[in-house]
């Protein structure tokens, strides 16, 4: 029977430390190296060898793990590490139980999933995952996740980039959701798909900070770049871009709390809107929208005459929210405003 994450073809236990420089591990099955108990792993370059690699040895294998660190005081770090592990189910870097992954400049992980594959899994309280200058590319099948955090855990990107396509749908490119956080600045995120994806998302009473980069949703319709589901969202001078049918820039439901803050909103395709709230009986979502000019008391002429035939302009809660969402879908907006529904 092939060994699950506890054992792995670099291990490092209790007080153990192991330095691989230039290294490769090829994966038949199970896990490539695991930090468990307080060990760490640390993956270098070597001058000579040149960048540690991470690969499978069987095209096309499944249920792979690349890095996993599991409890506290377990670490592994990685500066220029290539992680490249084809195949549905696979796992390329997870961090459990209070353990820390920490991935440094040069670092690429790509990934070619049929579905139900994760780029980076941090799960658990106080488990984290810290990436800097590293980049995430790959095409994916349906249920994949690109960075994901849950269950109290947290993940920071910084400086990077996640480009990830998918012929299908089902695809969420960032996801933050039970209790976890997720922040991101300076980072680009391109999500290419077909039907229903989300760029990123928070839920289920998560947090996730957007700050400079960009955010891009591209597909045929039914998709979202940025969705707060009973959770947090904020972007700060973010380009937030949508392209699809039916689709929107920002959605918040199920008592969620979106924020945007400078940087720029587009949403392209017959249907498509800026923001969508969507509201229920008895809970209250809230969107806040805060721009850097203002016009006829706070209202685009354009966007305005977009609600006209809608909504009754002395009914001012319906008319900003009117505003928003079309607004939203012609490049125009209000200069600030909460929205409730």
Same mark, same amino acid.
């Given at each position: 029977?092939?060994?699950?994450p ?10 153990g430390?192991?330095?691989?420089n230039g ?14 108990n ?10 000579a ?11 096309g ?7 996993f660190?599991?409890?506290g /005081? +377990?670490?592994?770090? =990685?500066t220029?590490?290539?992680? #490249?592990?084809?195949g $549905? *189910? @696979?796992?390329? &870097?997870e961090?459990?139980n209070?353990?820390l ?5 040069g ?52 400086d990077?980039?996640?480009t ?7 695809l969420t ?5 039970? /209790? +976890?956080?997720?922040? =991101?600045?300076g980072?680009?995120i #391109?999500i290419?798909? $077909? *039907? @229903?994806?989300? &760029? ?6 998560s947090t ?15 998709e979202?770049a940025?969705m ?6 904020s ?12 689709s929107?820039?920002?959605t ?8 945007i803050?400078?940087?720029s ?5 017959s ?10 009986a008895?809970?209250?979502? +809230?969107?806040t929208?805060?721009?850097?000019r203002?016009? #006829? ?9 977009e ?13 900003q ?10 490049g ?10």
């Amino acid at each position: 029977m092939p060994p699950g994450p506890g054992a792995g073809r670099i291990t490092a236990t209790g007080s153990g430390a192991i330095t691989a420089n230039g290294v490769t591990v090829d994966v038949p099955f199970g896990t490539a190296a695991i930090a468990q108990n307080g060990g760490s792993i640390l993956f270098g370059i070597d001058p000579a060898a040149g960048n540690s690699k991470i690969v499978e040895r069987f095209s096309g294998a499944g249920g792979l793990i690349g890095l996993f660190a599991t409890g506290g /005081g +377990s670490q592994i770090s =990685a500066t220029g590490l290539v992680v #490249n592990l084809p195949g $549905s *189910g @696979n796992i390329m &870097a997870e961090a459990a139980n209070g353990a820390l992954i920490d991935l440094e400049s040069g670092t690429s992980i790509s990934i070619q999933s049929g579905g139900g594959s994760q780029v980076l899994l941090a799960t658990g309280t106080s488990s984290r995952i810290t990436a800097n200058n590293i980049t995430i590319s790959g095409s994916t099948g349906g249920g994949d996740f690109g960075v994901h955090s849950t269950l109290g855990a947290s993940i920071a990107l910084a400086d990077s980039s996640v480009t990830l396509s998918s012929p299908g749908g089902g695809l969420t490119g960032i996801l933050a959701e039970n /209790g +976890s956080s997720l922040t =991101a600045s300076g980072t680009t995120i #391109n999500i290419s798909a $077909s *039907g @229903n994806n989300v &760029a990123v998302k928070s839920a289920s009473g998560s947090t996730v900070q957007l700050s400079g980069g960009s955010v891009t949703m591209t597909g045929t319709s039914g998709e979202t770049a940025l969705m707060a589901q009973g959770a947090a969202l904020s972007a700060n001078d973010v380009a937030i871009g949508v392209t699809g049918g039916q689709s929107s820039a920002g959605t918040v439901q199920n008592g969620g709390t979106m924020s945007i803050s400078g940087g720029s909103v587009s949403a392209t395709g017959s249907g498509s809107v800026g923001f969508f709230v969507n509201g229920s009986a008895g809970v209250a979502n +809230s969107l806040t929208r805060q721009y850097d000019r203002e016009f #006829n008391g706070g209202l685009l002429p354009r966007a305005r005459r977009e609600c006209e035939h809608q909504v009754d302009w002395h009914d001012r809660r319906r008319q900003q929210r009117c505003a928003v969402e079309h607004a939203g879908a012609v490049g125009h907006y209000i200069r600030r405003g909460t929205i409730y529904t």
